[in-house]
């Protein structure tokens, strides 16, 4: 600790870097003067930035109870307009001939409001849809206007979905039909000859090309979807067999999603532009080349090909793939195509923060140690506290053992009833305090040592908070992604205290015990000390991307309140949208049971109760209003 950090004198400065702000907020995220998070949808014009507390205290006023997962839809708008106008300047500098049409994939975040701004924000650079399913067609079909747009099918197809599709071309729309199995060919073909509609027909190929990062094993050789070469060309054969080679109009991969290493991009589109190279030759008319999704999201801010991160900018990307479109394709005299890309992820995932506030801490206790122990202590608790009284830093992994092993014993020997409860509780103090010291030494220490890697966070605060992991972040526990998780306010204060988060899920998967950190991934998380009777809020940041529908009802946790904010230019902002989250009755419902019929059960068991003596006529009344409010409540913790 510098002399600032001990006199308390905490800036603004050193909250950005210790909670890596500016490297994972994208410019739309940063610290007031007021030590508050900023949201400024227009990165540069920082006087329509908007306190994420004056939210906070708008949505409680108007009644809405944390957690609250806020949306806001200039950051959607914003992160529209940079991918395209990222594609349209690497299109204008390299002089690429062909355009750029993005879509969105649905599957991304599913929820109407998503997709329907998506619609109405894309529109100015003709920006389209991608469905996986029926579903998502359906969906896709009642917001799209757009002519210009793609609306691509990937995805199994039945029939319905491929007369949906078809009928979609009729009405204009450039919809393709992307062919991720053989057999779907000639159910595409039957139908269009029913329906007497020219299909626009793509094919998913799989690539050689392979990358690293959790989300990628749909590319590669062995990847589930898409053609093979073989297959390909037999696909290609049967089209010009049947004279509809002019139908065959894209082609597309996907290496999967959030890729963090820029050369694995640009190998798999000098391969699909290789393959697409072909195809013309072929004699097919081509014409858009569909790079799928993968454009990662810098989580941690570390701008590096680490899981969570990517080693690229969004303009390098753009650049680089064009690039490399161009060369291949020139050297082999093909004329551009429109390029497609599906990014999700990026599209989505600033847009939305989940606020939640903190309903109590566990902290950790360093308990003193006493002058000396008992002449007639056992040896293993004198030899504990040797320990403790002989460490220091040349010896601390040793005494880190040591302390580990005469606790093991000492509580062996309490199970065996050779020592009381009462020195069980000394030695549980001398262990700790000893844990402790060793912890703080370690700090002095040059090179990491592995045993004591995870020591902070055996000795860090717990803090309870008013979330499900499971509902709200559920990436976080299924494969361990991280997202930026940093205090809303107080941030001219010092955060004092180390500590994990625990959701209210009672679930001992429940909780978050790493966090982002620019060079490593950190145990703890640096955390104000709660005051009296104060709120204390939390964001966790950049969950707009898949979190939402992956999320499930661990615990009968349902659905947050959801707002939607758009940010003015002056600086005010509108809560354009509320959507309550579910109540109790609502979440038991999915599982079943009928909210009515539990209140007919519960009145007849309070009933027996007044029959037994147990309670009055008047108090069953009061007993059944307090179930009722149950039912009817949020699934959180209420005020
Ligand atoms: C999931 C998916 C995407 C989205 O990928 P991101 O990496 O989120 O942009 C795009 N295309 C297909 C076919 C997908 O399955």
Same mark, same amino acid.
């Given at each position: ?17 210790? *909670? ?21 949808? *227009?990165?540069?014009?920082?006087? !329509? ?5 004056? @939210? #906070? ?18 950051? %959607? ?20 001939? +062909? ?39 359906? /969906? ?66 799989? %690539?050689?090309?392979?990358?690293? +990062? ?18 390909? =060309? ?37 391969? /699909? ?38 080693? *690229? ?7 680089? =793939? ?16 429109? @390029? ?55 010896? #601390? ?5 040591? !302390? ?85 306010? &107080? ?12 959701? #209210? ?34 964001? =966790? ?25 758009? #940010? ?21 419902? *999915? ?21 037994? +003596? ?17 039912? &009817? ?7």
């Amino acid at each position: 600790m510098n002399k600032a950090e001990l006199l308390g004198r905490w800036t603004r400065e050193k909250s950005e870097e210790l *909670y890596g702000i500016k490297n994972w907020g994208a410019g739309y995220f940063a610290i007031s003067n007021k030590g508050e998070v900023l949201v400024n949808p *227009y990165k540069d014009n920082d006087s !329509a930035a908007i306190s994420l507390m004056d @939210i #906070i205290t708008g949505v409680r006023e108007r009644g809405l109870d944390m957690p609250v997962l806020l949306r806001f839809e200039n950051l %959607l708008d914003s992160q529209i307009s940079y991918l395209n106008d990222s594609f349209n300047d690497a299109i204008r500098k390299l002089n690429y001939k +062909g355009e750029y049409r993005g879509v969105y994939p649905i599957k991304v975040n599913q929820q109407q409001q998503v997709v329907e701004e998506v619609t109405k924000f894309g529109q100015r650079y003709h920006h389209g849809l991608e469905v996986g399913s029926k579903a998502e067609l359906v /969906a896709a079909l009642s917001l799209m206007k757009d002519k210009e747009a793609c609306l691509i099918c990937n995805g199994y197809k039945d029939e319905e979905f491929i007369d949906l599709g078809l009928y979609a071309v009729k009405m204009g729309f450039k919809c393709f039909f992307v062919i991720e199995i053989p057999d779907e060919l000639d159910i595409i073909l039957e139908r269009s000859r029913a329906l007497g509609v020219k299909p626009n027909i793509g094919i998913r190929i799989k %690539l050689s090309a392979k990358a690293s +990062g959790h989300w990628t094993e749909s590319g590669g050789d062995r990847s589930i979807f898409g053609l093979n070469v073989s297959q390909l =060309i037999s696909m290609v054969d049967t089209l010009k067999e049947k004279n509809m080679l002019d139908s065959l109009k894209l082609l597309h991969y996907h290496l999967g999603s959030q890729i963090p290493n820029i050369r694995d991009i640009r190998s798999a589109v000098l391969e /699909a532009a290789r393959v697409y190279t072909e195809l013309v030759k072929e004699g097919a008319s081509m014409g858009y080349l569909d790079l799928g999704g993968g454009l990662a999201v810098d989580y941690d801010g570390s701008n590096t090909n680490y899981t969570n991160s990517r080693n *690229y900018t969004v303009e390098e990307y753009c650049s680089d =793939i064009v690039e490399a479109v161009m060369t291949v394709l020139d050297s082999g005299n093909v004329p551009h195509p429109i @390029i497609v890309t599906e990014s999700g992820r990026t599209t989505v995932a600033y847009y939305s923060v989940l606020l939640f506030n903190v309903l109590d801490v566990e902290k950790f206790e360093e308990y003193d140690v006493p002058d000396k122990v008992d002449e007639n202590a056992s040896e293993q608790i004198k030899n504990l506290y040797d320990v403790n009284r002989n460490l220091n830093l040349k010896n #601390i992994q040793e005494c880190y053992n040591d !302390a580990l092993y005469y606790r093991d014993e000492i509580r062996d020997m309490f199970k065996h009833g050779r020592i009381s409860l009462r020195e069980r509780s000394l030695s549980e103090k001398i262990f700790w305090n000893t844990i402790s010291q060793i912890a703080r030494e370690k700090k002095k220490l040059k090179h990491a040592l592995p045993d004591l890697e995870d020591i902070e966070s055996a000795i860090a605060d717990i803090y309870y908070c008013n979330f499900s992991v499971f509902q709200s972040i559920p990436d976080s526990w299924a494969i361990d992604q991280l997202f930026p998780i940093m205090p809303v306010h &107080r941030l001219l204060e010092l955060p004092r205290r180390n500590a994990v988060i625990a959701d #209210i899920t009672c679930d001992c998967d429940g909780k978050i015990d790493r966090f982002i950190d620019l060079h490593d991934v950190r145990t703890t998380l640096p955390l104000h000390e709660m005051k009296n009777g104060d709120n204390y809020y939390l964001g =966790i940041f950049l969950v707009g991307a898949y979190q939402e529908t992956l999320g499930d009802l661990h615990n009968l946790f349902g659905d947050t309140n959801v707002v939607s904010v758009r #940010i003015n230019a002056d600086g005010n902002y509108d809560l354009v949208k509320e959507i309550h989250g579910d109540s109790v009755a609502d979440v038991l419902s *999915y599982v079943e049971f009928d909210p009515k019929d539990m209140l007919v059960r519960f009145r007849a068991t309070a009933e027996e109760a007044i029959r037994d +003596g147990l309670i009055s006529a008047s108090e069953r009344r009061e007993i059944m209003q307090a179930y009722d409010y149950g039912l &009817r409540g949020y699934t959180y913790y209420e005020r």
